[in-house]
């Protein structure tokens, strides 16, 4: 199935707002934060931008990329290029019922990420499992459906 239309109630454009906690790469923060998921290269992709305010006016926005894992039949992979200029590796994991779950790892450890659609609703959570640490929650998000599927 092409992912666009794996993850077609995914697509359209999302607002709300997140809760950061502190860890080695960010304070704590209130954000307001914005997600677009549409459809590219003919449905075989579905393409994120991403835009996160802070109170204190501090920004960062990404864009990510999601395409069928050819090694994993239910597969997904996702990269999050971000302003921190950092090479993004890959994320892998799966859209099941409404919920999209990937995990990236490289040598600092683990982040979690979970997008969970609840009708016309949306959570995303992030938890970090560092290298020797316990997981622990990095973010948590609510948006509404601005306009979409």
Known sequence: MPVAELLW???????GTEEQQASPFAPAA????????KQDLA????????RQVRDDGA????????????EAPAGLLWWLFDT???VPPVAR??????????????????????????????AYAVDLELTG???TPFLRGRYARVSGH
């Open 9 to 15: 109630h995914l697509l359209g454009n999302w607002s």
């Open 30 to 37: 209130r954000t307001r934060a914005m997600m677009t998921f």
């Open 43 to 50: 449905g075989t992709a579905v393409v994120q931008d991403y």
């Open 59 to 70: 920004e960062l926005s990404a864009h990510g990329v999601l395409l069928a894992d050819p």
């Open 84 to 86: 921190t200029a950092q």
């Open 93 to 122: 994991g799966t859209w099941d019922a409404g919920r999209l779950a990937l995990v990236r790892t490289t040598v600092r450890g683990s982040a979690h990420h979970l997008f969970a659609l609840e009708g016309e609703q949306l």
């Open 133 to 135: 640490q316990p997981r």
